[in-house]
C-alpha cells in the first residue's frame, strides 16, 4: 500500500505485450512494428511475454499468464478485445499505443479499465519510456540516457523532438510519457507518480490543456514543492487556444490565468521550445538557484554588455564584487581586466583567468550564480578553458552557466562542458534567460508556501447577509447587481464605499445632492450598462442645485438615445472623493475555465481597457499574495512616492485584496466582479464604482469546491483538555510546521519511529518533510495536536514552546471512494486519549469529504495499535501481500 498506485503501470515487473503476430511482421501495424523493435533492443529488467488475442487458448491456458502492465498495439477495431484479455489475466495497468481512436471507442475503453480496476495510459498517445528499467514502451524513438530529468508531454511530435535534442545533448531521462487527447491516466496523475518517483529530480511538461484544475492544481502543487517543474504551455493566444483545444481535447483557459497558476503551484514556466531545451540543460544539471543575481564573467565586452542588457530587460539583477573583493581578484587577472560591474578578464585572460574570476564570484554572497562567456581568440585553446570551468564548477557550489561564442572552433569545448554537466549556450541571451527560468522557482516557491484559509484576520464580514442579497437578486432572476447592491455587498464585507443614493427623479437628485453636500457625482443605475461613461452615464463634480437638474436630464436623454433598450433605474448620487492625490486602481474578478474565480489588480480609471493593466492572481489570498499581486501590476511604480504626492496606504490597499478574497472564498454565486476606480492614497483606499455579476452555484461550492486551490480548513481547529491538567490543540497541519514536525519524529522513540515509517530513519528527509507539511486539504488530511509548555533555560528565563504531540493523516485512494491513513503520537503522550481522538478527527473529515471507506496498515508486531484499532471499531485481517503487517478498515 506503500507503493504509488501507478507502479504497475511506470514500474512493472511484468509485461505482456499485444502487437500481433511476432513471427508475422506483415501482419502487424507499423506501431506494433515499432514497438517490438523497441521492447526487444535492450533487456528489459522484468518479464516481457509477447500474445496473439487470435491465437490464445482457453481461460484455463490464460491463467497461467499474469503481468502487471498490459501493452497494446492492435488496430483500433480489436483494441477492446485487448483489454478485456488484458482485465481477465488481472492486469493492474494498460497502455494503448493505438492510434485512429475516437472518443466514443476511447470511452468505451475507459468504461472496461474502470470495471477491471486498470490504470489505462492511452490510447493515442506514443507511449512511455524508463530508461533505469531498461524499459522502452514507445514508438518515440530509441530508448533514451538515464537521467534525473522527467519529460510528460501532451504532443507525441514533440516528444519524439525533445528526445531526438537530448541525445545530441547528453540529456537523459528518469521517464518520458507521451499523453494522447484521451487517456484515462491524465497529467495530474502522472504529476503525482513523479513527484514520488526517487529516480526523478526534476520534471519538464509540455501542456496544452487540462481536463480538471482542482486535480491538475494539487497534482502540480505537490510535484513542484519536492523537485523543479518547468511548463511550456502551448495556446498562448486566441489562435493557439483553439488549435490546442483541437488537439489535445483538454481545456485551455486564459493564459494569463494559466501563468498565476503555473506561478501559485511553485512552477516555471517558459515561452518557447527554445527557452524549454534551455531550462532543461539546467534541470539536468540539477541547479537549484536562491536568487535572482548573476554575476558576469567575460573576455569580451559585447557580448557581457548585451547578456548585461538582458539580464535588465527580464528583471534579474547584475550582480557585483564587493571593492575589496574586486581588489582581491584584480592582483590575480591580466593588467587590462575590469571589474566594474561586468567582471571582464580582457582578451589576455588564459585558463587560470577564468577559474579565478568564477570562483571570486562563486565565494561572493551577493552572487547566486555565475554565466562565463567566452569568445574565441588566436592563439587560445578553447578546451583549455572549458576545462578550467569544468575545474571551477566543482567548488563554487552555485550555479554556472556558459556560453562559448562562435562554432567550428568551441565544439570540442562544448563537449568538455557537456560532460561536466554545465549548460553551456551559443549566445549570451539565451543564457541569461536560462538563469532567469530557474531562478523564478525560488520566487514561486515561496508563493507555493503559502496556504491562507478562506477568511483573513480582519472583522469578521457578514456572510449571511451577503448571501441574503445575492439571493434576493436571484429570486428576481436578474445576474448584474446595480450599483446600489454591489456597494452594499461590496459593505459587507467591509470595504470602503462612497456614500450611494438611488434618485429616481429630477426633484429627489436635487434633494439627495444637497443633503450630501456639493460637490456631487451623477451616475446613470442600470443592469444593462456596464460602462457608464460611454453612454454619457457619467457627469462629475457638480458644485450646485442646477448642475444637478441640467446634468440629470441631459444624462436621461442621451442614454435613450444611445441605449433605448437599457433599462433605467434612476440616477445614483455621491460624494466625490477628497482625496485630490489619489492614484486610481481597480479590483476584480473574473471566472477562467477551468481554473475557476481569479482576482485581478491593475491600474483603474476610464482607460482601463486601453492601458491593459492586469496582474492576476488566484484565491485565496493573504497579505504576502496580496502584496506580490500589487507588484506584478505596472501601477505598482505610481503607488509610492510619485509626482510629488506622498505613499499610498499599502496596507489599506492589501486589506481591499483580502476582503475580495474572502468574497471569492464565502460567495461561489460570483462570476464578474469590477470594482473601478478605487481610490487610494495615504489616507486610505476607497471604492467609487462597482459592477458584480452573478448566477446560482452548486450547493457543494459551500464546501469551496469551486476553488482552484482549497483554503487552509482553519475551521476544523478543535481544543480538547488532557487528562490530569492541561489542553491540547487538534488542527490541520501547515508548512510552518516543518521544523515542528521535523523535531516530534527525532524525539520519537527508535520503536515508535520503526512502527509509523517501517524504517531506521531518525528524521524525514528534506522532500518527505515537504511532502508531509505542504498538503492539498482536497485529497488528503493531517491533523497534529499541539500543546503549549512553558520551559525554564538555565539563566531560568521561562519560555512558551508550542510543540506537535500527535499526527493523524490520510490520503484519498485511486477510487476516490477510499483512503489510507497513518497515526503516531509522541511516546510521552501515548495513553492520555490522543491517539483515539486524532483517529476520530480525521475519520469525520473523510467522512465529511464524501469517502465510505478508511484503512490502513499495522505492523502485527504492534499490539498497542491494534487494540486502538479494534476499540475504534475498525476490522482487523491479515494483509495478503506481506505476512508481517495487518489490515485495518472500517466504513464511514
Known sequence: MDKHFLTPLFSPKSIVVFAGKVDDPASQT???????????????????VFLDIHTIGTLAELA??????????MPPGEVVSALEIAGRIKCRAALVISSGIDATLAAELHKIARRDGIHLLGPN????????????????????????????????????????????????FSTVVSLGPNTAVDMAQVLDFLAADANTHSIVVYLEGISNARRFMSALRAAANAKPVVVLKAGRKPAGNRAALTHSGSIVGSDDVFDSALRRAGAVRVRSFVQLFSAAKCLASRYRPVGRRLAIVTNGGGPGVLAADWVSEINLQLACLTNEQAQTLKTQLPPLASLCDLIDVSEDAGPEHFKAAIEAAGK?????????????KIGMDSATIATALAESHKHIGKPLLTCLMGDASV??????????????????????????????????????????PPLSDLAKPDVEGARMLIESVLAERRKVLTEMESKALLAAFHIPVTKTILARSVNEAIMIATQLGFPVALKIDSPDISHKSDVQGVVLNIVNAVGVRDSYVEMMQAVAKLMPDARINGVTIQNMSSQKRGREVCVGLVTDDPFGPVIAFGAGGTMIELINDRAMELPPLNQFLARRLIERSRVAET??????????????????????SEMVCELPQLREMDINPIIVDESGALAVDARIVIDNAPPSARRYNHLAILPYPAQYEQLWPLPGGGEYTVRPIHPDDAIMLQEFVRHLSPESRYFRFVSSMQELPATMLARFTLIDYDREMALV???????????????????IVGVSRYITNPDRSSCEFSLVVADEFKGKGLGSRLMLSIMDFAREKGLTEIEGLVLANNPTMLKLMRGLGFHVKPFSEDADFKLVSQLL
Open 30 to 48: 507499423l506501431q506494433a512494428q515499432a514497438l517490438h523493435r523497441a521492447l526487444v533492443a535492450q533487456r528489459f529488467t522484468g518479464s516481457l
Open 364 to 376: 561572493a554572497r551577493q552572487v547566486d550564480g555565475v554565466l562565463a562567456i567566452y569568445s574565441p
Open 411 to 452: 565544439g570540442e569545448a562544448r563537449l568538455i562542458l557537456n560532460e561536466a554537466a554545465i549548460p553551456t549556450f551559443r549566445t549570451p541571451e539565451a543564457a541569461v534567460g536560462a538563469f532567469g527560468n530557474i531562478a523564478s522557482f525560488y520566487q514561486n516557491q515561496q508563493l507555493l508556501q503559502q496556504t491562507p
Open 639 to 660: 503607488l509610492g512616492e510619485w509626482r510629488g504626492a506622498a505613499p499610498v496606504n499599502m496596507v489599506a490597499l492589501e486589506q481591499v485584496l483580502l476582503r475580495v
Open 64 to 73: 497461467h499468464t499474469q503481468a502487471d502492465l498490459a501493452v497494446i498495439a
Open 785 to 803: 495536536a499541539v500543546t503549549r509548555e512553558r520551559q525554564v533555560d538555565a539563566d531560568g528565563i521561562a519560555t512558551e514552546v508550542t510543540r
Open 125 to 172: 498517445c506514443l507511449g512511455f519510456q524508463r530508461p533505469h528499467l531498461q524499459l522502452n514502451a514507445s514508438v518515440a524513438g530509441v530508448l533514451s540516457a538515464p537521467g534525473p530529468l522527467a519529460l510528460v508531454s501532451q504532443s507525441g511530435s514533440l516528444t519524439s523532438s525533445i528526445l531526438d535534442w537530448a541525445k545530441k545533448n547528453g540529456v537523459g
